[in-house]
C-alpha cells in the first residue's frame, strides 16, 4: 500500500509548517539538505539503487528516503517520530513521489514482520539518538537479504567530536538545536564495527564526513574522527 493509500489529508495539512521548514534548505535542517547528495552519491556508487528495495530507519521528514526514490529504488522509510513522518508523508505527495512509503514502526518490530526483506537499509544519524544502538545495528542485519548492504552513518565520540559536533555546531555556529546531541550517545567506529560483527554484518569502506564552517561546506574524506559513515555487507 502506498502512502496516498493510507494518508489524512486534514491530518497532513497540521504539519504543512514543519514540513516547509524541515523542507527548506536554509532551515535548521540546513545540514540534512547540504550532506544529502554525498550520502546518495556514495551509497548509489556503492550499490545502484535503481530497482533496489530499500528501507531507510528512522528517515524523519524524508530527505534522504525521497532522495533515493527519484534514483529509482522502491523505498520505505520508517520512523517513531509521528510528526516528522507526516511531514515526509506531505512532502511526497507535493513533488509525486510515487514509489516512496512511509510507516511508523520500530526497526525490531518491522524485523520480526518482515525480515531478509531488503537489498539496501540505510540508518543515518540516527544511532547517536537511542538507547540502545546495538538492537538497531541487529534489526537492521535481520531486515537486510544474505549479501546485502547496510549503510549507518554517526558521530565519533572523542575530545574532537565534542568540540566540533556540540560545543561547535549547536553553540558557537547555531548550526543545530541545542541539545540535539548527547556526548555519551555517540559511538567509536570500533563500537560500531564490534555491533556489525556480532549482527554478521561485515564492514567494507568507511568515509568520514569534513565541514569547514567558513565556506559552509562538507565532504567525504578518509578522516572519521568526527562525522563517519559505514558501507556493511550482510554475510550469511
Known amino acids: 500500500m502506498h502512502h496516498t493509500d493510507n494518508v489524512d489529508l486534514a491530518e497532513l495539512a497540521k504539519f504543512s509548517d514543519l514540513a516547509h521548514r524541515w523542507w527548506d534548505p536554509e532551515s ?32 524523519g521528514g524524508g530527505i534522504l528516503a525521497e532522495a533515493m526514490a527519484h534514483q529509482g529504488a522502491d523505498v520505505l522509510g520508517i520512523d517513531l517520530a509521528t510528526k516528522s513522518l507526516r511531514v515526509a508523508q506531505l512532502h511526497a ?6 514509489n516512496v512509503e512511509y510507516r511508523e ?88 564495527a564490534a555491533h556489525c560483527r556480532a549482527a554478521q554484518l561485515e564492514v567494507q569502506h568507511s568515509r568520514g564526513l569534513q565541514y569547514n564552517p567558513l565556506t559552509r561546506r562538507y565532504w567525504l574524506s578518509q578522516d572519521t574522527s568526527v562525522n563517519y559513515l559505514f558501507a556493511t555487507r550482510r554475510v550469511g
Open 105 to 192: 514502526i520500530s526497526a525490531e518490530a518491522l524485523a520480526q514482520e518482515q525480515p531478509e526483506s531488503f537489498d539496501v537499509v540505510t540508518c543515518m544519524e540516527m544511532m547517536e539518538h537511542v538507547p540502545d544502538p546495538c538492537s538497531i545495528v541487529r534489526a537492521c542485519a535481520q531486515l537486510v537479504k544474505p549479501g546485502g548492504w547496510v549503510f549507518f552513518s554517526t558521530i565519533n565520540r572523542n575530545a574532537k567530536s565534542f568540540l566540533f559536533a556540540i560545543v561547535g555546531a549547536e553553540y558557537v555556529l547555531n548550526m543545530l538545536p541545542k541539545g540535539t546531541h548527547e556526548y555519551a550517545k555517540f559511538i567509536r567506529p570500533s563500537e560500531l
Open 93 to 98: 505527495l507535493e513533488a509525486n513521489a510515487a
Open 28 to 59: 535548521e535542517f540546513r545540514p540534512l539538505h547540504q550532506i544529502n547528495p554525498l550520502r546518495l552519491d556514495w551509497i548509489n556508487n556503492l550499490v545502484p539503487l535503481r530497482a533496489k528495495r530499500v528501507l531507510d530507519v528512522g528517515c
